[in-house]
């Protein structure tokens, strides 16, 4: 797909040069425009399967650029770049048929690559089915022998076409991501405000409250952008040496206010001296807060939550071999316990068990799921030990 010819123009020499060249080595042919006049006479002119333009030029903008290419060939494949992104700008450009846009500067060459690819890749796509439409359309015109010659060849082509539902989770991905950002954008804000404003008592109430959301949202986004990349094989760890203790008090802190709201006590005991492991400490955060707030919801008011360190001792999994090590963070709740027969379906995403009356037992969504696959990319596992009426304790083992 890299012998596609691509046209890039934007009004600005530096980032023609600086994009042409990058994608000039990654394979691609390259032909610049320096407004959108020009870019508008080279598409009348020739057939590009990608058009890159810039959203504000000099004589013709990237919209009226992004319509000469639908007109000339319905199935070019546009990406806007601006540097002056609104909602407006954004919906006139999809509405006019864009594939993507993008925001300038293009800081993040991953990213840029991926869309371009993407946008390739669907046009592809796109001409694949209409091939196949036309060819269903020759053999439903009175070709009735090659009817069963082509089922198998039709049956296939409809398989590909069905591996689009992949573009649901990439929806998620790109949505959680998108989120996550303005999340963090808001909590850094509120937080300034916040400091900004601590002479005034009900302005720093109502910014606390802002900063408490914000961080309740942060703590859906982040779980379900880790669970999107996991579901697509893309979760890399950045392994550094963890102090399980911090890990574990950044926990209490994020998730002690909901749980006061819940009228349940949240404690932590740590040990007397540091225990540190090859971890990534913000996925580790995540995985541990999994636990906890799985504990705070299934705990009644009045009720306890003890999160603990314990180790190193030997791993409690034969997988791991009689001489390994490991550590483990403990979340023990005096909830009301889990059956035994619920137990073993419980760490399966978007499990719902209905089977039981008591809303209590319910078990939904990707947190036991995520906890446990991010303990295992780390080498470890998650455990579970529960009684009806006595409580549970979920453990994340790591190694040492």
Known sequence: M???????????????????GFLCGEGYVVETAFDGAQAIEMINLGQFALVITDLQMPRRDGVEVLRAAKARNPETEVIILTGHATLESAIAALREGAHDYLLKPIENLDLFLHTVRRAL??????????????????????????????????????????????LKARFVLEASLELY???????????????????????????????????????????????????????????????????????????????????????????????????????????????????????????????????????????????????????????????PEKQRDLFQALLQADANPRPQYNVLGIKLDLAARIAALHGGRVTLKSEIGQGSTFALWLPV
Not at 130 to 152: H, K, S
Not at 285 to 312: C, E, H, M, W
């Open 181 to 339: 950002a303005l999340v963090g954008g808001l909590f850094k804000t509120a937080h300034t405000l916040q400091s900004a404003l601590r002479s005034q008592d009900q302005a720093t109430a109502e910014l606390s409250e802002i900063v408490t959301l914000a961080s309740r949202m942060r703590g859906w986004v982040g779980p379900l952008l880790d669970f999107s990349l996991l579901e697509r094989g893309e979760l890399e760890l950045r392994l550094q040496a963890c102090d399980v203790g911090r890990v574990l008090e950044e926990v209490a802190l994020v998730y002690r206010p909901r749980a006061e709201r819940n009228h349940v006590q949240l404690a932590i005991t740590l040990p007397p001296s540091k225990i540190e492991v090859m971890a990534d400490p913000q996925r580790l955060q995540n995985a541990a807060g999994q636990l906890v707030d799985n504990a705070i919801k299934f705990t009644p008011p009045g009720g306890q939550i003890r999160l603990s360190v314990y180790g190193p001792m030997a791993a409690p999994w034969p997988q791991a071999g009689r001489s390994a090590r490991a550590v483990a963070i403990a979340v023990t709740d005096s909830g009301v316990g889990i059956p």
């Open 2 to 20: 890299t012998s596609e010819y691509i046209l890039l123009a934007d009004d600005s020499a530096e980032m023609r040069d600086f994009l042409k």
């Open 121 to 166: 890749t669907h046009r592809w796509l796109t001409q694949e089915n209409r091939r196949l439409v036309e060819e269903l359309q020759v053999v439903n015109a009175g070709l009735e022998q090659r009817v069963a010659e082509q089922t198998d060849q039709l049956r296939t082509a409809y398989e590909q076409l069905q591996t689009l539902g992949h």
